[in-house]
């Protein structure tokens, strides 16, 4: 079997559920009274691509606070890939994307895999979507990237994002 080590950033505005991602994906928990992430918090989970391909993932929960923004350039260092997420009832959330994604690459100077997240799909119906999933597909395929729509409330979406950022990463280290 074939094993692959990933260092994984999530990130995006305050409040758009990255914790609360992290939490479902590693944990398959949910909680409604997660702390403002001050600096970083990480988890690792292994998964299984296939019979041939293991991958471990270290995942870090960068805090999105501007306040904090001095201390991001040390996290970013040794990313393989990235879920950039806004929070999909919140527009300005999804307009503060452009502004995550140059910071990375800026400070990285590289392209890695990133997968474009519209979390918080459970709160679609009862709040209603801030902008048209169409619009956000077509910025996600002008980017390279793609668009997944996740709850980290119901875990919808929220073990493919991973799996997708995975081969997606484990693409890229074999162009190496």
Request: hydrophobic share 40%.
């Amino acid at each position: 079997m074939k094993k692959y080590g990933f260092k994984v950033l999530l990130l995006g505005a305050p409040a758009v559920g990255k914790t609360s991602i992290l939490y479902r994906y590693v944990k398959n928990k949910f909680s409604h009274d997660y702390m403002t992430t001050i600096g970083i918090n990480y988890l690792t989970k292994d998964i299984n691509l296939d019979e041939k391909k293991l991958a471990k993932l270290v995942i870090w929960d960068v805090a999105g606070h501007e306040k904090f923004k001095f201390l991001r350039n040390q996290y970013y260092e040794g990313t393989h890939g990235a879920l950039v997420i806004f929070d999909l009832t919140i527009l300005k959330t999804y307009e503060e994307l452009e502004q995550w994604l140059s910071e990375m690459f800026e400070i990285l100077q590289k392209k890695i895999p990133f997968i474009i997240i519209g979390n918080k799909l459970d709160l679609v119906k009862e709040v209603s979507r801030s902008i048209d999933n169409d619009i956000v597909r077509d910025y996600a395929e002008n980017q390279d990237s793609i668009y997944i729509e996740t709850s980290a409330k119901t875990g919808e979406n929220i073990e493919d994002a991973f799996k997708e950022l995975a081969q997606r990463m484990i693409k890229q280290d074999s162009k190496k």
